[in-house]
Nanobody, 113 residues
Framework: EVQLVESGGGMVQPGGSLRLSCVASGFTFSAYDMAWVRQAPGKGPEWVAYINNGDGSTTYGDSVKGRFTISRDNAKNTVLYLQMDSLKPEDTAVYYC?????WGQGAQVTVSS
C-alpha cells in the first residue's frame, strides 16, 4: 500500500521559511518521479515542484521559482522535501506530496503577519 505522510507545515510570517517533509512507503521510492502540489482555499490544485527519479533534475512552477527547493533522500530514508524560503501570503495552501496517482493527506502552510 502506497503511503505518503507530509509534515512540517505551520504558520509563518511573510519572508519566513518552512521545510516540508514527505515520508514515503509501499513502493520503490527511488524508481519514481515525485512532486509537490498545493491547493489554496477556493482554488484548484497547482503544481509546485517536480524531481526526477534518475538524475535528480528539478522543475518548478513560475510562482515559486527561485524561492522553493525540492529534494529527495533515496539512499536512506525515502523522504521527499520542500524547502520554502521568502514565503508570501499567496503561498498559503495545503501542500501535498504526490507520486503517480497517489497523494498524501496534505500539510497546511499559512503565511500571514
Amino acid at each position: 500500500e502506497v503511503q505518503l505522510v507530509e509534515s512540517g507545515g505551520g504558520m509563518v510570517q511573510p519572508g519566513g521559511s518552512l521545510r516540508l517533509s514527505c515520508v514515503a512507503s509501499g513502493f520503490t521510492f527511488s524508481a519514481y518521479d515525485m512532486a509537490w502540489v498545493r491547493q489554496a482555499p477556493g482554488k484548484g490544485p497547482e503544481w509546485v515542484a517536480y524531481i526526477n527519479n534518475g538524475d535528480g533534475s528539478t522543475t518548478y512552477g513560475d510562482s515559486v521559482k527561485g524561492r522553493f527547493t525540492i529534494s529527495r533522500d533515496n539512499a536512506k530514508n525515502t523522504v521527499l522535501y520542500l524547502q520554502m524560503d521568502s514565503l508570501k501570503p499567496e503561498d498559503t495552501a495545503v501542500y501535498y506530496c504526490r507520486v503517480h496517482k497517489y497523494w498524501g493527506q496534505g500539510a497546511q502552510v499559512t503565511v500571514s503577519s
